[in-house]
């Protein structure tokens, strides 16, 4: 009901989910995304950071004509895009933005699969290397690894 109601206080403007569950503790499923969706007109879309693939194929495959699905994990940007996200919002993107960049051009014009996976193969080695991706902090939301030092207990999203 606390989305129905935000949404419909917002008439007349676009609402998106936000799916991060690993900060926000509170995973949204595919099933409650699609079916407010469906109900509520100015429900556009989501950037799921959910991690998982399954559920943003799901989001894919039966949301509304219209809705919105954007990645929000920088280590499946290349298969979001493939699969049918129209974006990916990708932290690693403000460091090599180019890398991103390619990916996304080599999937809307038909790249060679060898060159776009090498990207992401590439995106992959660094988000681990800077420790992104799905260790973050229960109370801060930052990621593990960069206050791993202030020995601060982590929580790691399934």
Same mark, same amino acid.
């Given at each position: ?6 949404? $419909?206080?917002? &008439? ?19 099933? /409650?995304?699609?079916?407010?969706? $469906? ?27 219209? /809705? ?10 290349? $298969? ?15 460091? =090599? ?10 999937? &809307? ?20 290397? =800077?420790?992104?991706?799905?260790? /973050? ?17 982590? =929580?790691?999203?399934?």
């Amino acid at each position: 009901m606390h989305y129905k109601a935000v949404a $419909q206080a917002a &008439k007349g403007f676009p609402i998106m989910f936000y799916n991060l569950p690993a900060c926000a503790r509170n995973a949204l499923s595919a099933g /409650f995304i699609v079916d407010l969706a $469906q109900k509520v007109e100015n429900l556009r879309g989501v950037k799921d950071s959910s991690g998982h693939f399954v559920h943003m194929g799901e989001l894919l495959a039966h949301a509304p004509k219209g /809705f919105v699905v954007i990645n929000g994990v920088d280590n499946y940007s290349y $298969q979001a895009l493939v699969t049918g996200a129209q974006g990916c919002v990708a932290s690693a993107a403000n460091v =090599v933005p180019e890398l991103f960049l390619a990916i996304i051009k080599n999937v &809307k014009k038909g790249g060679t699969i060898e060159d776009t996976v090498g990207r992401q193969c590439i995106c992959n080695g660094l988000v681990a290397a =800077v420790g992104l991706g799905f260790g /973050f902090h229960r109370r801060t939301g930052m990621p593990s690894r960069a206050i791993s030092a202030l020995a601060w207990p982590t =929580v790691n999203s399934p």
